[in-house]
């Protein structure tokens, strides 16, 4: 059965992990033990490309040129993003597709995560010593169609099958479930760099219920490093310092580094200094000053909370634990608050930036078929529907509705002898059209008839990755048009192809790297099989050949390290060659042994 | 709706009742779109619902047809699996509600349900205009700057409709319960119908008290 990995492509910190033993465990990065890789990168003049902790580092440094957060880009147009942003990047265009403009290229948010996802599976196919291909990537729940289909581009991009996208809150229910392996009604509260997230689950002998799920995809623990920024670095500076890019990105990283401090100290110190710009800003931040700062950014996560109750018909007092998950549950207010509303201590026991990427890989482990005993019932976040008669949202799907699900319903037309009926698919909570979502828009031929008379049959279907496709039917005629949903703001299926071609220096890289892998896997083999051979069968050994064979090894195992892989293919024949006659020998020994005993006819 | 009774096994050919899988060769059956729900969830076809056992049917189906298990089986299995699971939920979504419940025994028994729901049902005639004047009250207030005066008037009407709901979904239940196909069928049918009407009226005074509510509490 083929290996799938579980990923957290995460707004500030990105993890992968595999189920060995029966238990999902994160892999480190080998050189350095880390478990989280930094969702950052940086791109150099030169076309040179960093990922993780060495683009963190280069955040204050080069601003425009080093992306961080993209998750927060991921399935938007430009006129979905902030002043803030504008001012925080350079954008290729000012409307249509997210491009960022980072030296003479362009790359839109699905390929800065592509990058990310590339760095993690590098780092998983050091560790496993074989190639990955197939993931289970998690997003949050409250992610839309759009945010979805970014993410998959995403990992076609890096060379990766996305089997599964995973919400976030589910993933870390599994991790938690299997943990803890407690049954009821359970609360994960998702609060994480760039989103936050609230899922309703009743967990049941092996099957995990989601019940209801809410969030929003745009409030997270950048939401609160700007406002510390603001509220107690910049204030006071002239508007165009205020917005100068290095100094906001320093201004934010101090600001994120007082909050973590302030997780368990009572008081820090915030330090901004910029010579060159004639900036010494030194003071003390106490824990209460900034928990007033912020407090009104954590009410906001309660709302969400209180519409998944209520869309789970249940109370606050049913919920029997409250998991909570995302860095930003280490804040003692997160804590705090969540407490008061659901009137129960939340746990904390879990290390909650790697309870997602551990249920990733649980839920990877039951994809590959290797697990049986668990089953996730997932929900779509938003409702799904058509447009019909003055602008009005008709919706076919609610949302919290459990997939794969499908609907069908019939509509008609307004006007005489229309020829074709505009389908709109759209995504969202509000009554009129515009101010929800576009997904798609197809047009169906029908038979000009008076209005009212024609039937067009639309038939919404949702597979279990939550991706829509719609038909449409003119009963009459039984012409059908279906379309699979491609976002608004996404890529085109051609898109990804050039841009795939494109990255053909990746993909040779990724190739050589492949064998390299596959070498060296078989070269341990190889090794192993001869270590064993001589330690077993030393006395079938003749004159010189052990000398031989060893020095054939030591020098494959010398290759091994090394970058070469048709070296290391051309040693392990060498190997090979000189052990031949040595195990056609023990072959015929064990043969003779065991026929040793056996009467002739037996054969 | 006419319910399909009993079909043939794909595989072995065994003719049996609409499910899931063939009670001869265990093979999974693609189960007719039109296939009712309560042979759907293999439980008596009866609108009081046991919501406990539906439930534990609901897992154990799910447990065996979900296409999480069949990521590494062929196209058609995936593909039944994928409509059969998408059918399953549908039936459950509708068959856990009572409201759900009670309009889907009715359209089973031909009847057509929807039209007649905007009209405003008799018997709330005299709450709805009510409410209305209130809620009309209430945003006036608001737009005169005065919605902290209007708040507790607006949780008392919310309250109180909510109270109605209760007692609703109740007799619903209730009656729901009394369906047992002897005589006075047609008097009980009457009667769940007026019952859902009011329910489904009820249901949108009490979401435009909520749209107030939230207006009111956000400014």
């Not at chain 2, 009670?23 to 609108?47: E, G, K, T, W």
């Not at chain 2, 619903?172 to 019952?195: F, P, Y």
């Amino acid at each position: 059965m083929e290996r799938i990995v579980g990923i957290d492509l995460g707004t500030t910190n990105s993890l992968i992990a595999v189920v060995e033993q029966d238990s999902p465990r994160v892999i480190p990065d080998l050189q350095t033990g880390d478990a989280l890789l930094p969702s950052v990168v940086a791109f150099f003049a030169d076309g040179r490309i960093a990922v993780g902790q060495e683009a963190k580092a280069l955040l204050a440094e080069q601003p425009l040129t080093t992306i961080q957060s993209v998750k927060r880009f991921m399935g938007l147009g430009m006129e979905h993003v902030s002043a803030e942003d504008r001012r925080r990047y350079r954008f290729a265009d000012d409307q249509g597709i997210v491009r960022f403009a980072l030296h003479d290229r362009q790359l839109t948010p699905p390929e800065v995560s592509a990058l990310i996802l590339r760095a993690l599976r590098e780092r998983a196919e050091a560790y496993l010593k074989e190639p990955i291909q197939k993931v289970v990537i998690t997003v949050p729940a409250y992610f839309n169609d759009s945010q979805r289909q970014a993410t998959k581009d995403a990992g076609r991009l890096a060379g990766l099958e996305v089997v599964r996208l995973l919400n976030e809150p589910t993933a870390a229910s599994l991790a938690y479930g299997l943990d803890k392996k407690e049954e009821g009604l359970i609360a994960v509260y998702d609060f994480g760099g760039g989103t936050f997230d609230i899922s309703l689950l009743r967990l049941h002998t092996g099957i995990f219920e989601v019940l209801a799920t809410n969030g929003d995809t745009r409030l997270g623990g950048d939401d609160i490093d700007q406002r510390i920024a603001d509220r107690f670095l910049l204030t006071g500076m002239s508007e165009t310092l205020q917005h100068d890019p290095h100094i906001a990105s320093r201004a934010r990283r101090v600001a994120e580094e007082a909050k973590r401090a302030l997780s368990s100290e009572q008081e820090t110190r915030l330090e901004l200094t910029l010579p060159e710009k004639d900036i010494h800003i030194t003071r003390t931040l106490t824990r209460r000053e900034m928990e007033e700062a912020i407090e009104d950014i954590i009410a906001r996560t309660l709302a969400p909370c209180r519409q998944a109750l209520k869309d789970a018909g249940l109370e606050p007092r049913d919920i029997e634990a409250v998991v909570m998950v995302g860095g930003s549950t280490r804040m003692p207010l997160v804590r705090q608050r969540v407490g008061e509303f659901f009137a129960r201590t939340p746990l904390t026991d879990l290390n909650p930036d790697e309870v997602v990427v551990l249920g990733a890989a649980v839920q990877a482990d039951t994809l590959s078929g290797r697990r049986k005993d668990m089953l996730l019932l997932d929900v779509v976040p938003l409702s799904l529907g058509i447009e019909t008669m003055g602008g009005v949202m008709s919706r076919l799907l609610e949302r919290n509705t459990t997939i794969p699900t499908s609907v069908k319903e019939m509509f008609t037309t307004a006007v005489d002898d229309q020829t074709a009926v505009d389908i709109h698919v759209l995504q969202g909570e509000r009554e009129l059209a515009q101010d929800c979502r576009s997904l798609a828009r197809f047009k169906i031929p029908i038979e000009p008839l008076p209005a009212g008379v024609p039937r067009v049959e639309v038939t919404f279907m949702i597979d279990a990755n939550g991706i829509l496709s719609v038909t449409a039917t003119d009963l009459r005629t039984k012409r059908e048009r279906s379309v699979e949903v491609k976002p608004s703001y996404g890529l085109t299926d051609e898109e990804v192809e050039r841009l795939l071609e494109e990255s053909i220096d990746f993909a040779e890289e990724d190739v050589t790297r492949r064998l390299l892998i596959e070498a060296r896997t078989e070269a341990d083999t190889v090794l192993h099989a001869t270590e064993k051979q001589l330690r077993q069968h030393a006395a079938l050994l003749v004159e010189g050949e052990e000398a031989r064979i060893l020095s054939a090894v030591k020098t494959l195992q010398e290759a091994k390290s090394g970058e070469d892989y048709n070296l290391i293919r051309d040693l392990i024949d060498a190997v090979t060659d000189v052990t031949t006659p040595f195990a056609q020998r023990i072959m015929d020994t064990s043969i003779g042994e065991a026929l040793g005993g056996k009467e002739l006819s037996e054969i | 709706m006419s319910p399909v009774d009993t079909v043939r096994c794909w595989r072995c050919a065994y003719e049996h009742q609409v499910g899931f899988f063939c009670p001869s060769c265990h093979a999974m059956q693609l189960l007719p779109a039109q296939a009712d729900y309560f042979s759907v969830l293999d439980i008596p076809r009866n609108p009081a619902v046991d919501e406990a056992a539906l439930m534990q049917r609901y897992y154990e189906l799910s447990r065996r047809l979900h296409p999480d298990l069949y990521q590494t089986g062929t196209a058609e299995e995936k593909e039944a699996s994928l409509k059969n699971a998408a059918l399953l939920n549908r039936a459950y979504r509708v068959l856990r509600d009572v409201v759900q419940r009670g309009q889907y025994w009715l359209e089973l028994q031909g009847e057509q349900l929807g039209k007649e729901n905007n009209r405003v049902p008799p018997a709330l005639a005299a709450l709805v205009f009510t409410v209305q004047e209130k809620l009309a009250e209430v945003r006036e207030a608001r737009a005169d700057g005065k919605a902290e005066e209007s708040k507790a008037e607006l949780s008392e009407i919310r309250a109180d409709l909510e109270n109605q709901m209760k007692q609703l979904r109740t007799a619903l239940i209730d009656n729901l319960g009394q369906w047992n196909g002897d005589g006075h069928v047609a008097e009980l049918r009457q009667k769940l119908k007026r019952l859902l009407s009011e329910i489904a009226y009820l249901r949108t005074l009490l979401r435009d008290v909520e749209k107030e509510s939230d207006t009111l509490w956000n400014a």
